[in-house]
C-alpha cells in the first residue's frame, strides 16, 4: 500500500470549477467538464 493513500477512499466528485483549474486540464478531460457545466451539472466560478 502505498503512503498517504487507503485502500477504497475515492474523493466525491469535482463539483465547482474555477476558470484557471480548466486551463490545466487535457483536451478530453476540457471538454468533459465543459459539457457537464453546460447541462448545468457542474458549476462555474468566475
Given at each position: 500500500?502505498?503512503?498517504g493513500?487507503?485502500?477504497?477512499?475515492?474523493?466525491p466528485?469535482?463539483?465547482?470549477?474555477?476558470?484557471?483549474?480548466?486551463?490545466?486540464?487535457?483536451?478530453?478531460?476540457?471538454i468533459?467538464?465543459?459539457?457537464?457545466?453546460?447541462?448545468r451539472?457542474?458549476?462555474l466560478i468566475?
Amino acid at each position: 500500500m502505498r503512503k498517504g493513500k487507503k485502500d477504497g477512499l475515492k474523493l466525491p466528485e469535482k463539483t465547482y470549477w474555477h476558470l484557471y483549474s480548466l486551463q490545466n486540464l487535457n483536451p478530453e478531460k476540457f471538454i468533459k467538464v465543459v459539457d457537464k457545466i453546460l447541462k448545468r451539472h457542474f458549476l462555474l466560478i468566475k
